[in-house]
Structures are given as C-alpha cells and as structure tokens.
C-alpha cells in the first residue's frame, strides 16, 4: 500500500503509519482496539485493502479451526461428521455465524481471523460474501468449503445434475410420465443442477417439460401441503412427484428470514405426503412420491417406505474435515480441487 494511503488511514484512526502498517501486515503483534479503529477508518474512508495483506504464515501452530456454519437449518450431520474428524485431529472448533450485509462487511471477518490466528477455516454453503472472501484468500489460513460448488476454493459437494437425473429416471422406468418437482429456489446452484438433470431425463424419453410441474419456493410443511393441493387441482396432475431437501438453503438468505426455524430436515416431503393421502380419493390412483433423505437411519414413519436418494450429510462432514487438515499439513494426496461425494439409493 502506498504511503499516501497508510497516511490517510492513520490520520483517519488517529494512530501513527507503522501502527497502521502493522495491522495489515502482522497483525498478531497488534492489539484488537488498535485494529478495530484501522479497520473502521478503513471502512469510513471506503479503501480496498484486500492486496496489501502479508500472505499467511502456514507455520503459526495454532490448533484452532473457524468453522463459517451458513445452514438455514442449524446443526446437521454436516456438523457432527466435522467435529468428530477435527476433535480426534486435535483440533478446537469455532462456530461463527458472519451477518453479512455490505461488501465492507468482509473487513470485521478478516479482523476476526487475523486476531484469532486459526490454522484452517470451513465453510457450509454457499453465502453472499464468499465472492468478497476470494478477493482476501493470500492472506488467509487454507479455505475448504462444505455443501457448496465453486471454481474459486477447495470444494466438498455432490452432484446434484446426476441426482435429478437418477431420480427421475427411476420414476420413468416405473412407467411415471407426469412428475413433478419441488424445489427451494431456483437461484441456488444446486437447485439448478438438480433441475438440469431432471429435464435431461424427460427430454431423453421424449417427454417434453411441463413447467406447471416445476413447484419453485417450497420450504416447509405447509408450503408442501399447498403445492399437492395445487398439483392435484390442475387440469393435468402428476402421477409423481420428486421433493427436493432444503440443506443447501443460506440462513443469510432475506427471503427466508421470516420463515421460523424448520423442526425437520423433512419438513416439505411431510407436507406433500399427508396431502396426498388427503387427496387420494381425488386420483384414480395414489401418487408416487420420492425425496432426498440425509442419513439412512430409520425415520420410524411414512419415510421410511418411500424411494430415495440418500445425501450422506455426515460424511460430508467427515471428509471435508479431512481434507482441511492434509491441506494445512501440507499432506495432501492430489491436487484435485472439487470432491465429490458419492449418494446411495434406495429405489423399491
């Protein structure tokens, strides 16, 4: 950074240039009242700083792992697969929940981590500053992200194109033509892929895309209830019906804020299974309904006797963890930078 600039941030902060200096370069030997008044002289004066970090120090010995949990639904296998890999690890786990609202926001999280000298830091789905996050990636401790595809980090996900097409090839060789879906929001990568996999299946059996089939923003229990009723109310119902899950959805989300907290990762296929049978005597026939599980442990309930796709949360979790800490051993095996996690289906 030039000089000019480190002078303008000082006189901003009331604090000399080397204190300035040594904020953004070491900002271990810095107390945190002394970076928080260059950061927030840094935020009034609007200054993009993110080239002028030392690069990190991979040697700071730290036993300490941030963990940046952007479930809307809180505590999932994800988090127990983690924190199991990264206890037995010997590391200390540090959950944060960064309230992002403005691109400057990055700032106070890049503050939190120098302060606190983690060694590694992960990631659960996708969030609006990961983009603001990149921009700062020299000069943090290695980046692993969890339930999320990007070009930009080291990646553990599934391939939710090969999910949607599965399934709905499952449903087509049962003789089903009419499926539909419901989905979150149509502006998650993963609900996209699903949908991409879901078309090319129909479109390779000749069967043109209903979009009346496409049941976009179904997030809880009522929402699956209202979304059978309307299927079932059309000139032209389905005779199945895939019911995507909702862990890819961000708790940043503004269109979700409203909505309480979900009692149950199932809470959409709940809704759409109890309607159906409401509205059996409506169909010539009951409707088939498939959905995406997380764990193949038993549910005790309708579920259990449904087709599916099982997502395998935890372990996830687990070799997300694993390879965060081969990264910051500088262990790792390959340089493969995207991590499938492979699905298991349960098709009767």
């Keep these: 950074m030039a000089k000019k600039t480190l002078s303008t941030i000082a006189k901003q902060a009331n604090l000399s240039i080397a204190s300035v200096s040594r904020v953004l370069k070491k900002p271990h030997l810095t107390s945190p009242m002394t970076q928080s008044k260059v950061y927030q002289a840094i935020e009034e004066l609007n200054i993009d700083i993110h080239n002028n970090f030392k690069p990190h120090n991979d040697h700071n010995g730290s036993n300490k792992i941030l963990v940046l949990d952007n479930q809307f639904i809180t505590r999932t296998l994800i988090n127990y697969g983690l924190e199991q890999t990264l ?8 959950y944060f929940r960064f309230p992002y609202q403005t691109k400057k926001d990055i700032h106070y999280l890049i503050k939190y981590i120098s302060q606190n000298s983690f060694a590694g830091i992960l990631v659960i789905n996708d969030a609006p500053y990961l983009q603001e996050l990149e921009h700062f990636k020299k000069a943090l401790p290695p980046i692993v992200l969890i339930n999320h595809f990007s070009l930009n980090f080291i990646c553990v996900h599934f391939d939710h194109l090969v999910i949607g097409h599965q ?8 003789s089903h033509s009419k499926i539909a879906v419901l989905f979150n929001d149509n502006n998650k990568i993963s609900s996209t892929l699903f949908l991409q996999g879901y078309k090319q299946a129909l479109l390779r059996a000749n069967i043109s895309i209903n979009k009346d089939y496409l049941i976009e923003d179904c997030f809880t229990y009522e929402h699956g209830r209202a979304a059978i009723k309307q299927l079932i109310n059309s000139n032209n ?29 199932y809470s959409v296929i709940l809704g759409a299974l109890h309607q159906a049978k409401e509205s059996e005597i409506q169909l010539p026939q009951p409707i088939t309904i498939t959905y995406l599980s997380h764990s193949t442990d038993r549910q005790y309930n309708e579920l259990d006797k449904l087709s599916r796709i099982n997502k395998p949360m935890y372990k996830m979790g687990q070799e997300a963890a694993t ?17 499938l996690i492979e699905t298991e289906t349960f098709f009767y």
């Design 87 to 94: 206890t037995k690890a010997g590391f200390a786990i540090f």
């Design 167 to 174: 399934i709905t090839q499952y449903l087509l060789n049962n």
């Design 237 to 265: 119902p389905p005779t199945a019906i895939i019911c995507c899950d909702n862990v890819n959805l961000n708790y940043l989300d503004e269109r979700l804020q409203n909505h309480p907290s979900f009692s149950t990762n």
């Design 323 to 339: 390879l965060l800490c081969q990264y910051i051993r500088n262990e790792l095996a390959t340089t493969k930078r995207y991590h």
